[in-house]
């Protein structure tokens, strides 16, 4: 594997008694795209959050250019959330008291552009995922499909290296979560961002380039892009 | 490269399931309500709309047509000089109108998949001591990189595209929810099957 | 089914979905029932204020002394004498005790009378004797022994500081005395004047109306996950009644639930009370008893209120069977009726015609509720044009534009008590400057006295306090009782050398020992020659004036108008009673100055005293007004951020997954932090505003209401306000911890 962006050798993570993680390994290029699937509660989602450094994991080294994650105090790791990496969840991640335009320009307002312009920077990105339109909506008044798309559009405003997204389209029809992926992969890949992708559906997945597999927090790799 | 002969060989091996059990002779007698019209131009038209990449053969045009003529489905409307079934013009008869009436208001009999290759297997790598789950992580991968594949053929494709890749996808989902049902399973089954 | 069961049947649903509601049920009840468990300790006690008042009273007067002045020495009387000072800002209640006889009646809460040099305190002072703070107060007590304890029955509080000390004889004191063959008088009916009667009233609405407004608060608690939860019964088949009934049966359990636990917060804080003391104020737990009439209005009330609030507030809210629709979201708010309560109010203070105390109480509860109505208005309105500024500040301002109702409940209880608090402290010190008594000390800290055998006495007593280091602008007075044959006024008769007569009565021209010096007023009473009555002790003496005497012009201002004024060889002064005090400032820089005066006068005169002097003495009874107002407003302060705390956890709660979120973005904590406190501060500087303008309108027109000028007391408001934003404060960084607790990446998981 060529130019890996974050890699993590193994990771363990137990919350409580039940372990979440056992010794899971991951690695990602830029602009690559990885499907990370698995059962409910084999530990994808924990995979996500110690990749991301929003949990530190118990035992093994995440690496990210260069850096050891697990190194970092909480502050750099916030800091490096803010600057070099983007989410998007499933649902409820708008902050709902913004309009769709603030939303998208929250990262960018987090790691220091005035609001003035955040919010110049965030409008190409609503377009990109065609929800311009929304821009002074709040997402009490939009649709989940639009709101996802927004999240997207959030995710990718502040240029991330990494894309983060735990299970994006769960909370829409097929249509809406397909139209959804394309444009989250297409973006990814015009702008060279890696992106790690948490879900259950193999529908979703197949937009990856390729697949891991959590199973009772052990990693299996299904092989590389042919 | 290999992503197209790849390619080639899933649309033919769903080709064949979906197009060849909806009968070319129906589709052909189809086409034939709309107005009479050559073989050659029967040909054309079906490769447009589901050939894909898998053409029919003339010959299998007029064998089918002299098949729909000897049932009186059809019948020769006109012939133009020179002979040879390519100067025929075909019709559709009452007959045959009939008949594609029938067939199209007749729901297709569900699939029941009780005869399956993957079962089989996993049971038989069960029975000779291999190891079923590398089997099935195998296949999962192999379906996997198929749904890959049809996703980009389908997100750069027009709406006949998706489709069809949207037909396939969902079939390769089914079988990919049932390897995954069986992964987690393969110690039950291993205890029933070795009893 | 007629109405009532209806009712009922439904009220008891809703108290079963409540009971059954598993944990989020259960503490959304107990959390709203915390809110009226304060509301209603707080009204209990607010209850009980006036068997306190009756049994401080009651108190007081059963060891008062009555007042004769037929009464002759016998077997069964007794020579009282008050000896109350002030110890470092706490008042000490003294009593020296000379029995005539063997049979002296006994104060109440003691068991004998001290004899001679023996001294009975009251636990709190023997506690504070035993203490280094009661170090300066014990040398007062020097060669006295302390022989025994007061009992309850003697004191005004568990926490009062008193002593009776007993002596053998009185005389020096001579008209400070009291005979007395019996303590305590009847009770003084409670004929407080009007002016203080519309304090109080006005006092208690304002204490109460807080309270209210927290309890219409705490019945909202949870409110979002409820309506959810009627949707859900909406869908299988309840009608919009049907659900406001179960909703306010939810309401119902948990109003039950905070009478219990109110009740609870009560007796613990009627047992804990005894151990605390505001303001020189503390009262017996046996004492803190609810009047039944109030304390059952409060029972019933309570829970009715809970109820009546919960079908109000649903009024507004359309719970559909699929969802909940708020009608108040994005509708403007409408200002004109909004006015009208306000209005209503300012229009009944207004100084137009009579005065009675239902038109002012109605006029401050109407202005105050106006407050609780305008608020939500003011803050929509002025939340609306804000767009500038860092993220914080933007998170917040959009918050409260999308919904600014939550927040401005919360504040609303804090803005309405500051109202109050600002209107009745306007009030008070508008009011007080009557009452004021001038003690005219002219800025003296601390006053030695004492009354010295004979004029040698006092002025070496003089002396030795003149000469104690840290002790400045000493003035010393000597004064002899004295009364003129003719009638039955006493006049003090100052007695010093030249200079010290000059210098206190402010006259000029020619003095030598040997003159008396008459003010020009008094020449008709004190002609030259003539015989005097001079007290001493135990009897009367007769004295003669010189034949000369010397008129003088008194300026009319002086405190010393009615006196005469002699230097010593003037004539005999064997066997007079003479008192000595003098008031003094103290060096700063030498903080045992006042110690070393103590010490210096007891030594000479181990009855001296040495009180430290207030510069303004307030009349006793309104200083219990204040006590009480301030005994309140801390309560009412207390409850109101409990509420404003209990507010912020449920708006963290139901926040909880976007903070997860801008936590996995790498949102700074502060940012997050400094939002919630603008999310609070921006309606609770609205609140303030409001609170100062509404307290001031209210205090001008309560004190023109009371013919009293009006005058803004600038400090009491800044301390006021200051007050309210610190509760604020408080409660942002109290609630900061859950804040962090719910930006952990646990709110991320959604199975």
Redesign the interface.
Same mark, same amino acid.
Not at chain 2, 147 to 151: C, D, K, N, Q
């Given at each position: 594997m060529s130019s890996a962006v974050l890699t993590a050798v193994g990771l363990r993570k137990t919350y409580g008694t039940t372990p979440a993680l056992a010794g899971a390994d991951f690695g990602i290029s830029a602009g690559e795209t990885v499907a990370v699937m698995g059962p409910s509660g084999s530990g994808k989602s924990t995979l996500l959050h110690c990749l991301a450094g929003i949990v530190l994991p118990d035992a093994g080294t995440i690496m990210y250019g260069g850096r050891k994650l697990s190194a970092l105090s909480d502050a750099e790791r916030s800091a490096l959330r803010r600057s070099e990496f983007g989410f998007v969840f499933q649902f409820g991640q708008l902050v709902p008291e913004l309009t769709c335009i603030e939303n998208v320009a929250l990262p960018l307002r987090l790691t220091g552009h005035s609001r003035r312009a955040a919010e110049r920077a965030a409008m190409p990105w609503l377009e990109r995922l065609e929800v311009a339109d929304l821009a002074n909506k709040r997402p009490g008044e939009i649709s989940g499909g639009q709101g996802q798309r927004v999240a997207v559009a959030r995710a990718l405003a502040t240029a991330p290296r990494v894309v983060f997204a735990d299970e994006p389209t769960g909370a829409l029809d097929s249509l809406n979560g397909e139209r959804v992926m394309e444009l989250l992969t297409d973006a990814a890949r015009a702008t060279k961002a890696a992106v790690v992708l948490v879900t259950h559906d193999p529908r979703v997945a197949a937009y990856a380039d390729r697949e891991i597999v959590v199973r009772d927090g052990h990693t299996r790799s299904m092989g590389a892009a042919a | 490269m *290999?992503?197209t002969t790849?390619l080639l060989y899933t649309l033919n091996v769903y080709t064949v399931c979906i197009v060849l059990r909806m009968t070319i002779s129906h589709t052909l007698l189809g086409f034939l309500e709309s107005g009479p019209c050559h073989g050659y131009d029967l040909k054309h038209s079906y490769d447009q709309r589901f050939g894909n990449d898998r053409p029919l053969h003339y010959g299998q045009v007029y064998s089918t047509l002299s098949r729909l003529l000897k049932r009186g489905l059809v019948e020769v409307e006109g012939m133009e000089p020179g002979g040879g079934p390519e100067r025929k013009r075909y019709a559709i008869t009452e007959a045959g109108v009939t008949d594609v009436t029938q067939w199209l208001v007749t729901p297709e009999k569900p699939d029941s998949y009780l005869q399956s290759t993957l079962y089989t297997k996993v049971v038989l790598a069960i029975l000779t001591g291999r190891d079923a789950a590398k089997l099935l992580?195998a296949q *999962? &991968?192999e379906? +996997?990189?198929l749904? *890959? %594949? +049809? @996703?980009r053929r389908k @997100?750069g494709g027009d709406l006949a595209d998706q489709l069809i890749c949207d037909h396939a996808?969902?079939h +390769? %989902?089914a079988d +990919? *929810?049932w390897l %995954?049902l069986t992964t &987690?399973r393969i110690d039950r089954l291993s205890a029933e099957v070795r009893s | 089914m007629n109405r009532v069961r209806v009712w009922v049947r439904d009220l008891a649903m809703g108290v079963r979905i409540a009971a059954g509601g598993g944990r989020q049920g259960w503490s959304r009840t107990l959390l709203s029932a915390a809110g009226m468990g304060l509301g209603v300790a707080l009204l209990l006690i607010a209850a009980a204020v006036p068997s306190m008042i009756d049994g401080h009273a009651q108190r007081i007067a059963d060891r008062a002394e009555p007042w004769s002045n037929t009464l002759k020495p016998g077997v069964h009387t007794m020579v009282v004498v008050d000896a109350n000072e002030i110890y470092r800002g706490s008042e000490v209640y003294g009593r020296l005790l000379a029995p005539d006889g063997d049979r002296p009646p006994l104060p109440p809460g003691l068991t004998r009378v001290p004899g001679p040099g023996e001294v009975v305190v009251s636990p709190a002072l023997a506690r504070l004797l035993a203490s280094p703070d009661g170090k300066l107060l014990g040398l007062r007590f020097t060669d006295r022994t302390i022989t025994g304890t007061i009992g309850d029955a003697g004191l005004t509080g568990p926490n009062e500081l008193a002593y009776y000390e007993g002596r053998d004889s009185l005389d020096r004191y001579g008209d400070a005395i009291h005979r007395l063959d019996h303590f305590g008088i009847r009770s003084p009916a409670t004929d407080m004047d009007p002016l203080q009667l519309t304090l109080l009233i006005v006092a208690f609405i304002i204490l109460l109306l807080p309270v209210a407004v927290f309890v219409a608060t705490a019945v909202r608690f949870g409110g979002e996950q409820r309506d959810r939860r009627l949707a859900a019964l909406r869908l299988i088949g309840a009608d919009t009644p049907t659900t406001r009934r179960i909703a306010a049966g939810e309401s119902l359990l948990g109003a039950l639930c905070g009478l219990v636990c109110g009740t609870g917060a009560f007796l613990l804080i009627r047992q804990l009370a005894g151990a605390f003391t505001l303001q020189g104020f503390s009262v017996f737990p046996s004492e803190i008893v609810p009047h039944p009439v109030l304390a059952a209005l409060v029972t019933l009330a309570v829970p009715a209120a809970a109820v009546a609030v919960t079908v109000f507030a649903m009024r507004r809210i359309a719970v559909e069977p699929l969802d909940v629709v708020r009608e108040s979201v994005g509708r403007r708010r409408l200002l004109w009726w909004r006015l009208l309560v306000p209005g209503a109010g300012l229009l009944a203070l207004a100084p137009i015609g009579g005065t009675s105390y239902a038109r002012v109480s109605t006029g401050v509860v109407l202005l105050l509720i106006g407050i609780v109505i305008l608020l939500p208005w003011i803050v929509q309105v002025a939340v609306q044009p804000l767009r500038r500024g860092p993220l914080s500040w933007q998170l917040a301002t959009r918050r409260l534009q999308l919904s600014s109702d939550t927040a401005t409940r919360a504040v609303s209880g804090v803005t309405v008590a500051v109202a109050g608090a600002i209107a009745l402290q306007m009030f008070f010190t508008g009011v007080q400057v009557q009452y004021i008594e001038k003690t005219g000390h002219g800025g003296a800290e601390l006053r030695a006295e004492s009354r010295p055998a004979d004029y040698p006495a006092a002025k070496s007593f003089i002396s030795a306090i003149r000469s104690t280091p840290g002790v400045r602008n000493a003035e010393a007075v000597t004064r002899a009782e004295l009364e003129v044959d003719f009638s039955n006024a006493s006049y003090p008769f100052v007695i010093g050398d030249c200079r010290t007569l000059q210098q206190h009565a402010r006259f000029s021209g020619p003095c030598s020992n040997g003159d008396v010096f008459v003010p020009q007023e008094l020449r008709d009473q004190f002609k030259a020659g003539s015989h005097l009555a001079v007290q001493a002790p135990g009897r009367t003496v007769r004295k003669r004036l010189p034949v000369t005497t010397r008129l003088i012009d008194v300026p009319d201002s002086h405190p010393g108008y009615y006196a005469v004024y002699a230097t010593p060889t003037a004539f005999d002064l064997d066997g007079v009673n003479l008192r000595t005090t003098i008031e003094m400032r103290l060096d700063p820089t030498r903080p045992d100055t006042a110690e070393r005066v103590a010490t210096a006068a007891l030594r000479l005169d181990p009855q001296a005293s040495v009180t430290t002097l207030k510069t303004t003495e307030v009349r006793a009874d309104f200083a219990d007004i204040q006590r009480g107002l301030y005994v309140g407003a801390i309560g009412v302060l207390l409850v109101i951020g409990a509420s404003l705390l209990v507010t912020l956890f449920e708006q963290l709660r139901q926040a909880k997954r976007p903070l997860s979120v801008l936590a996995a973005f790498g949102t700074r904590r502060t940012t997050l932090a400094l939002s919630l406190l603008w999310q609070t501060a921006i309606p609770m500087v609205l609140g303030l505003a409001l609170a100062t303008a509404c307290g001031v309108t209210l205090g001008s027109l309560l004190l023109k209401a009371g013919d009293q000028p009006v005058r803004i007391d600038v400090p009491g408001l800044l301390a006021l306000t200051s007050a309210g934003a610190v509760v604020t404060l408080l409660v942002t960084a109290i609630s900061l911890p859950t804040l962090w607790r719910l930006m952990r990446p646990e709110g991320l998981h959604t199975e």
């Open positions: - | *290999r992503h790849h992580d *999962r &991968a379906h +996997l990189r749904m *890959r %594949e +049809l @996703t @997100t996808l969902f +390769l %989902e +990919l *929810r %995954e &987690a | -």
